[in-house]
């Protein structure tokens, strides 16, 4: 089982990003994928994910962010727009098979959002 976060960078404060997460050996519809993000200093967070039949969001990003999920090509997507600085971390991509139990983790991508 691997995933493989990608599409961080340098985005300026407002802008918009999308993250990509490649899966192969999970099928995303079997399984639950989740996001989070640790920022220096802090502890990491459970941002959003996608099970079979629902989406979850953390307070903060309700609104702006958007979890969706191509079962065609094994990948899960988190849009992200009106990004703020607080936003900046590494971003993570987990799957497991249900919500809140994650075995597999993939490398982290680095969103960073700066003017």
């Known amino acids: 089982v691997q995933l493989q976060a990608s599409g961080g960078g340098l985005v300026q404060p407002g802008g918009s990003q999308r993250l990509t997460c490649a899966t192969s050996?999970?099928?995303?519809?079997?399984?639950?994928i989740g996001w989070f993000r640790q920022a220096p200093g802090k502890e990491r967070e459970g941002v959003s994910c996608?099970?079979?039949?629902?989406?979850y969001y953390v307070d903060s990003a309700k609104g702006r962010f958007t979890i969706s999920r191509d079962n065609r090509k094994n990948t899960v997507y988190l849009q992200m727009i009106d990004l703020k600085p607080e936003d900046t971390a590494v971003y993570y991509c987990?799957?497991?098979?249900?919500?809140?139990?994650?075995?597999?983790w993939g490398q982290g991508t680095q969103v960073t959002v700066s003017s």
């Open positions: 987990a799957a497991g098979l249900r919500v809140g139990s994650y075995d597999f």
């Open positions: 996608i099970s079979a039949s629902n989406t």
């Open positions: 050996g999970v099928t995303p519809d079997h399984y639950a």
